[in-house]
């Protein structure tokens, strides 16, 4: 590298970082080999790379892990527009390092453990991930407790946590919680419209409590990744997926299947699915307060908002895709919804005794997450 330096000199720097040598060279009249000059020349030339080094040293990089390729939509149109927004009110001092797909190992359940323990500072990942772990959050998975939008669902979420949830997470950063939307029952060879005809189905199941849903109903859940479930269909393993319509296209199970079912718009899901972006506590806290206020800002109920507003879109954009493949949407009757609900009520009885039995006022929280769940209901 060759640096400018005083009285007309140039100085040629090399050998690695912190060994260095220095050639010189002179223009003009300035041929001069005092010690002196050398000695000021090197000078210049050190401050510079500490200048340079001092600018790198200002940038923090955030290692983010989520468990979705890519091409998802939480990486697609949330994850990547975050991380340069960040960026840009960061003025440049924040970055985003992003491992999808897992790609820093472990299963979606270990993520909440992998940003506690510093492998990411920050993941996406989800509460029910692991049983028992947050035990208030699992009021939220009640079935037919949230509305069924991925907006609405994520603004009453975000409320529940700020009230009830917050120390299910005294271990984490929390930047958001927010739902992932209602599940919608989707077939492969014939419809569900009623209690009876849940009997003996094989459905995936994405969560306990929709497991816990549909065994009451006489059906049997099977646990399996999302990214599996096409296959399972197509070899008969499983007769259909309990799952949010974003993700039916991204893993192709629009192709096995041909029925989607769900309540009406104003009515309460059959379950949802808590989802949580949790950050590391100490590399929040490394951080500089300046930098600290733009994450703090671009946070809470402002990314629940954005990633609901999302969840709905993509929830719009795969209905559509599905009728135009000839599926049909199929909405359960008023009775028959009914009947349902009233089937699986021992799911909610059974986890009030459970949080209770754990010094919880189960009772309480159940109550709660009903009314702030019909607060933001679709009227």
Known sequence: MHVAAPGGMVVRLRGKPHRFSFDCYFSGDS??????????AAVTVLLGLAGVGAAQAQETVLKFSHFLPPNSNFQKNFLEPWC????????????????PALQLGGTPAQLADQVKNGVSDIVWTSPSYS??????????????T?????????????????????????????????????????????PILSAADFKGIKLRSPSRFAALFLTALGGTPVNMPVAQVT???SKGVIDGAMAPWEVLPS????????????????????????MAVLMNTKKFDSLPPDLKSVIDKNSGLFMAEWLGRIWDEGNDAARKSLAARGNKVLTIKNEDYAAIKKATASVEEDWIKQASAKGLDGKKLAAEAHAIGAKYMPK
Not at 159 to 171: A, H, V
Not at 251 to 260: A, G, M
């Open 131 to 144: 049983t028992g772990r947050f035990p208030r959050t699992e009021a939220l998975e009640l079935p037919f």
């Open 146 to 190: 949230l509305p069924p939008g991925g907006m609405a669902g994520s603004r009453a979420m975000w409320e529940f946590y700020e009230k009830y949830g917050k120390d299910d997470f005294k271990d984490f950063k929390v930047l958001t919680i927010f739902s992932a939307s209602n599940v919608v029952l989707s077939t492969a060879s014939k």
């Open 84 to 99: 340069e927004k960040i960026g840009k009110e960061s003025a440049g001092k924040l970055k985003c390092q992003i491992y």
């Open 231 to 233: 296959e399972g269909v």
């Open 31 to 40: 041929f001069m080999t005092s010690k002196r000059m050398v000695a000021r």
């Open 251 to 274: 893993t192709k199970i629009d192709e096995v299947v041909k029925y989607h079912m769900e309540g009406q718009a104003n009515q309460p899901g059959f379950t949802q699915t808590p």
